[in-house]
Nanobody, 123 residues
Framework: VQLQASGGGLAQAGGSLRLSCVAS????????IAWFRQAPGQVREFVAS????????NYADSVEGRFTISRDSAENREVLQMNSLKPEDTAVYYC?????????????????WGQGTLVTVSS
């Protein structure tokens, strides 16, 4: 399974970016896709996730109300819409997939990862 994350770039504080995650295949009938991020010198942290079977959606407190994760069924991809960006959102963003649609914020639960896309937010 290969995951391709795209859409990163440079934005000003208060601006928006839209990330996309495309999976070469979905190896399980039930799965969840999540976005994580890793800032320089920091540990990778959970951002948001969406379950396939029940659209179980969860967000980190730091992005709740600003970011929206969704599924674009027509394009077979997951999208992370990021609004009201802050400089502290600067990081490499990764999408990942795990078996089962239940929520997990633990990176170790996710089996396949994309290569990451860099988001830089200037103040």
């Amino acid at each position: 399974v290969q995951l391709q994350a795209s859409g990163g770039g440079l934005a000003q504080a208060g601006g928006s970016l839209r990330l996309s995650c495309v999976a070469s295949r979905r190896p399980w009938s039930s799965y969840a896709i999540a976005w994580f991020r890793q800032a320089p010198g920091q540990v990778r942290e959970f951002v948001a996730s969406i379950g396939f079977t029940d659209h179980n959606i969860n967000y980190a407190d730091s992005v709740e109300g600003r970011f929206t994760i969704s599924r674009d069924s027509a394009e077979n991809r997951e999208v992370l819409q990021m609004n009201s960006l802050k400089p502290e959102d600067t990081a490499v963003y990764y999408c990942a997939i795990k078996r089962g649609s239940s929520y997990s914020h633990l990176s170790g639960d996710y089996e396949y990862w994309g290569q990451g896309t860099l988001v830089t937010v200037s103040s």
